[in-house]
T-cell receptor, first 113, second 109 residues
Framework: NAGVTQTPKFQVLKTGQSMTLQCAQD?????MYWYRQDPGMGLRLIYY???????DKGEVPNGYNVSRLNKREFSLRLESAAPSQTSVYFC????????????FGPGTRLTVT | SQQGEEDPQALSIQEGENATMNCSYK?????LQWYRQNSGRGLVHLIL?????REKHSGRLRVTLDTSKKSSSLLITASRAADTASYFC?????????FGSGTQLTVLP
């Protein structure tokens, strides 16, 4: 099993460009999450999907959109990238909600110039 | 805002010593989880303690939870150089986890 995979690993964007970060899990988990991590800080929740067909905003949703494409895949879209979105983005999944451990992908390092 | 605040922000110890990290959180939780992050990697789950538990052990890890003080501690015994990493606590509630800002642990050989 690959666990949680993310693509791409690195990306450089110019201000105003758009892109989609992809995430997939092969553990048949119900819940999936997108976080961002800025230097010296913990993770902040952007959006999450408690189950297939549902999505909810987290702590820092502005400037992002998400799609739960199916049970396996959860994508994060930046419609018009800004330098403030320079960060490392992590996708995670768990069996259900906050009751179980989360499994994390390796991250996408995004730089917006 | 961050749910948890870890203390200390950075900790440097010699191999073989014990390392203790503390976490305080703000709101009610169903459980408290600890994660480790090696440099440039994703987070890895270490241990979960439920709100009705006071102490839990897993190998060299010991976690305590005091819900009346809204605090938790992580003890790593007999530390090794491979334990060098950042450690994060995360409070679980309302279908999500809220992470603290982390403790950077350095174990010197």
């Amino acid at each position: 099993n690959a666990g949680v995979t993310q693509t791409p690993k690195f990306q450089v964007l110019k201000t105003g460009q758009s892109m989609t970060l992809q995430c997939a899990q092969d553990m048949n988990h119900n819940s999936m999450y997108w976080y961002r991590q800025d230097p010296g800080m913990g993770l902040r929740l952007i959006y999450y999907s408690a189950s297939e067909g549902t999505t909810d905003k987290g702590e820092v949703p502005n400037g992002y959109n998400v799609s739960r494409l199916n049970k396996r895949e959860f994508s994060l879209r930046l419609e018009s990238a800004a330098p403030s979105q320079t960060s490392v983005y992590f996708c995670a999944s768990t069996e259900r909600g906050e009751y179980y451990e989360q499994y994390f992908g390796p991250g996408t390092r995004l730089t917006v110039t | 805002s961050q749910q948890g605040e870890e203390d200390p922000q950075a900790l440097s110890i010699q191999e073989g010593e014990n390392a203790t990290m503390n976490c305080s959180y703000k709101t009610s939780i169903n459980n408290l989880q600890w994660y480790r992050q090696n440099s440039g990697r994703g987070l890895v789950h270490l241990i979960l303690i439920r709100s009705n538990e006071r102490e839990k052990h897993s190998g060299r890890l010991r976690v305590t939870l005091d819900t009346s003080k809204k605090s938790s501690s992580l003890l790593i015994t007999a530390s090794r150089a491979a334990d060098t990493a950042s450690y994060f606590c995360a409070g679980g509630s309302a279908r999500q986890l809220t992470f603290g800002s982390g403790t950077q642990l350095t174990v010197l050989p």
